[in-house]
């Protein structure tokens, strides 16, 4: 056997030992851009730092990040300073960054806010556009990769809460080239095959992972998309365009399905206690029409139905009565006007009534004969006027003035000359 064999961890250890050694490593600087970054519940950063040709995993410890002036996230572009070693767990080297300052916002992240902003302001954010989940589906779709941790997820969890669901998978390519053409071709598919609900997503990764759900033609097919869409890329922490358009975001896959169907548990709940309710409506609704029967049952008119004819005899008695009593009145009264009519004095004594009027007539003529200025003129009296004006007093009289006198045959017209007062 040959001795020269030797452990992974001690072939391991001997390459830490040589870095460690390294006076170049023990003090590097970096520039790059952040990928994965995560804030440990201890204040730790754990990230990649990457640029175009490769990448190198970091960790920059708590009591370090205090210094840390900016908001770590992925896509921002940084300077670190730090030492490189060896993860004997994992055999990777890494850098153990004892300083970072930012260096601008990677390219990546600016074309995401970029096009964040701008299908925002067109619209395709808003809660109006929103379609509503279904409760309880028949069939829902999922676009995603065929094989990975996804749409295992996806499928076991839809099958522990809600098995009598039928799921269809649209395999799709969700990295890489030709990925967003082929989720863009798969939701329209989709779309056409009478859905109730569609997932589309996959699992986490960093952004240039996720970077296909952040294009803007997969954006505008989730939108323009008919069927309810829940999208579900990434974990707890990455939001991508997808997320914002799509009716509904989840933070998992297992997320999504656990929003897409319902808890059989749940429902066996909802549907004993529709049950109880419902049972209990039905005897509250029979007992309250056993009551209505036994007060009909007992009551008068079932038990005397005669009562309701003598009521409506005694009613047309009543009324009989009265028009009898009406007709009898109104008869007597016409009688008495006739009686008083017959006995008046006016056909008793025509003639009296007529001797009564010319007696008038006399009386008013006498009346009149008396005050005829005319008999006043008979007696020798004259009658003087000035202007037709009577004269009834001498001081209403000058001289010169032109009199007309009226007397018994004639008139004679005078001129004063001499007035005597």
């Known amino acids: 056997m040959n001795n020269n064999y030797i452990t992974v961890g001690a072939l391991t250890r001997y390459i830490k030992y040589k870095i460690d050694n390294d006076v170049n490593l023990q003090e590097v600087y970096i520039k790059g851009e952040i990928s994965n970054f995560k804030r440990h519940s201890r204040g730790h950063f754990y990230f990649t730092i990457k640029d175009e040709e490769s990448r190198i995993n970091a960790i920059m410890f708590s009591s370090q990040t205090s210094k840390v002036a900016f908001e770590p996230v992925d896509g921002t572009k940084v300077l670190v300073k730090g030492r ?32 964040k902003q701008d299908l925002k ?6 809660e109006s556009h929103k379609k509503k989940i279904p409760a309880i589906p028949s069939r ?26 039928e799921v269809y ?36 990764g960093s952004i240039e992972d996720l970077w296909a759900f ?19 890329v990434g974990h707890e922490v990455d939001f991508t365009i997808a997320d914002f358009v799509a009716d509904q975001r989840a933070a998992t896959p297992t997320g999504a399905a656990e929003i897409a169907v319902p808890d059989k548990q749940e429902l066996q709940k909802l549907i004993k206690q529709l049950e109880l309710r419902s049972s209990k409506n039905i005897n509250n609704i029979i007992n309250y029409n056993k009551t209505i029967l036994e007060k009909i049952k007992t009551s008068y008119i079932l038990k005397n139905p005669m009562s309701i004819y003598e009521i409506k005899e005694q009613k047309l008695s009543n009324t009989i009565d009265k028009l009898n009593s009406y007709i009898v009145n109104y008869l007597d009264s016409k009688n008495i006007r006739l009686n008083n009519i017959k006995t008046s004095y006016i056909l008793t004594n025509p003639n009296k009534i007529y001797e009564n009027k010319q007696n008038k007539y006399n009386h008013l003529i006498e009346k009149l004969e008396v005050l005829n200025p005319l008999n006043t003129l008979k007696r020798g009296y004259s009658i003087t006027k000035i202007n037709n004006k009577v004269v009834t007093d001498v001081k209403s009289v000058k001289k010169d003035d032109l009199l007309n006198i009226s007397i018994k045959n004639g008139n004679i017209d005078a001129k004063v000359i001499n007035i005597n007062k």
């Open 214 to 232: 952040n294009e803007e033609i997969v954006a505008r097919a989730i939108y323009e998309c008919n069927t309810p869409v829940i999208s579900a």
């Open 169 to 204: 998978l649209f395999p799709s390519l969700v990295q890489g080239n030709g990925a967003k053409e082929d989720i863009v071709k798969n939701i329209k598919l989709a779309d056409t095959y009478d859905l109730d609900t569609l997932i589309v997503g996959r699992g986490g």
């Open 121 to 126: 302001k067109e619209g395709l954010f808003d």
């Open 84 to 115: 490189i070693s060896v993860f004997e767990q994992t055999g990777n080297y890494q850098i153990y960054v004892s300083e970072m300052m930012e260096d601008g916002v990677g390219n990546l992240y600016a074309l995401y806010e970029k096009l």
């Open 140 to 165: 829902v779709g999922v676009v995603t990769a065929p094989t990975g941790a996804a749409i295992r997820d996806i499928i076991s969890t839809i099958n522990r809460r809600y098995p009598l669901c």
